[in-house]
């Protein structure tokens, strides 16, 4: 098994006294430890992170002022948007990256996660909104539009793994957002590529899109080719009003919440699911205790 941290993780304190920590533990058990970048990642600190000797896998894009967006009818695009993050990968010696690659919209669409809201309002048509919330209305998932983007985003996700084979390139399922279209498990088996599962986004899509959560991991573990996961906990309650900050909390792991973490670490383990991204704002020790004590202790059970 691999258990990584994000570079969420990282941002604040001694980042290096909390890597060696959290390695320290992950080994302990036998379990591979590593790094992944994530899209926020600023050059200052990629640059005080990229010499350690710890294997990286990438939140693409990195480095980039623009997201990766497959449903943008230009594939040269596309391919503009990647090649920051093609540069990176061959510079850590990476394979892995996985990326949000869909975006209902023909503008492109800037690499800001800290206003990533306003990121969307300004590149994504507003009708999409439900209601007067930051989230997308379901009803626009049943549209024509939707599956002339959805087309596009498989096509070109096939060309852009066909243009780096020797890289295993994922797309992860979306927070349900303005525009975002990967929200569901029956989105990600219609793509038909890698996965990289976020656990916090498709708890958002189930509770909005109102499938069943623990049935829907399982599925997609079945059904698609999941590469690795995104772990933390989604504080969001099953009543979420649709309001922020609620939605898609990134928080530390926790069994105090609607989210049950053990139920959601056996249905993986029972899949052979083994590749963790602790994707944690300020992630640490504790919750990489957590989750190693979890899954050692669950049984697998659905």
Known sequence: ?????????????????KVKLCRNVV?????EFGIQLHNSI????YNKIKGLDVPFTIHAPV?????????????????????????????????IALFHGFFMTQNSVRNDPANYKKVLLNAIDNKYLLKNTRVMDPVFLAT??????????????????????????CIENDFPGIGNGNQTP???IYLDCPIWLDIGHL??????????????????CKQCQVIGVHLNTNSTPLNWDLKYPDGDTHSHFSKACDMDMDKIIGILKKNQIAHFTIEVIDGDVEDVRFLIETYLNCNGLT
């Open 1 to 17: 098994m691999k258990i990584e941290l994000s570079t969420m993780c990282l941002y604040h304190g001694d980042f290096l006294a």
């Open 27 to 31: 080994e302990s058990h036998g379990f």
């Open 42 to 45: 600023t050059r200052d600190f």
């Open 63 to 95: 480095l980039s002022d623009y997201f990766i967006n497959l449903a943008n009818n230009d594939f040269q695009a596309v391919l503009a948007a990647f090649q920051n993050t093609a540069d990176i990968m061959r510079s850590l010696r990476s394979n």
């Open 144 to 169: 024509e539009e939707f599956r002339n983007y959805q087309n596009t985003v498989k096509k070109h996700m096939k060309q852009l793994r066909e243009r780096y084979p020797s890289y295993t390139l």
């Open 186 to 188: 029956e989105h990600m």
């Open 203 to 220: 708890w958002a899509s189930a509770i909005l899109n109102k499938f069943d959560f623990y049935k829907g991991i399982d599925i997609i």
